[in-house]
């Protein structure tokens, strides 16, 4: 767990109060389960009927059987969906506490934006970018000239 002097993320312009509820919920919970020297992160997502799902980053001693919390989350909202209902997602955000002692926005990696643009390429993706904004884009504008699927 680590010390409540860890700064939170200020809302950026533009977050709907969802969206502002996801960084508190993501910024909550990476508070909670955060191991120092580890690579956590924490994303909350919101699914179109409103229920928040929640994920973990889980590091592995291999690095190849680690986890991204996107994935988790995502793995999360489709377990809770009844049988033949598809996967869609309105938003999703994640946070990292920086060295520095404070959250931070993150972009998802490249197999998650892959990830989640294959469920919902319209869902609202929070990111901090290389200027230090923190923004939204769409998921599908995450990785440009992708080939979409239907899942």
């Known amino acids: 767990m680590i010390s409540e002097d860890v700064a939170p993320v200020p809302a950026p312009a533009g977050m709907t109060p969802g969206e502002v509820e996801l960084l508190d919920v993501a910024q909550r919970l ?33 690095r190849r059987s680690s986890i991204c919390a996107e994935g988790v989350a995502l793995g999360a909202a489709r ?26 926005v993150i972009a998802p990696c490249g197999v998650c934006r892959e990830l989640i643009s294959d469920y919902s390429p319209q869902a609202r993706v929070w990111i901090t970018t290389v200027d230090g904004a923190v923004t939204a884009m769409e998921a599908i504008d995450l990785l440009p000239e992708k080939t979409r699927r239907a899942w």
């Open 30 to 62: 990476l508070s909670k389960v955060w191991v120092a020297g580890r690579h956590e992160v924490a994303t909350a997502l919101r699914t179109p009927d409103g229920t928040v799902h929640t994920g973990v980053h889980l590091e592995g001693s291999c």
């Open 79 to 104: 377990a809770a969906l009844p049988a033949g209902t598809p996967l869609t997602v309105d938003s999703v955000v994640s946070v990292q506490i920086k060295p520095a002692g404070r959250f931070r």
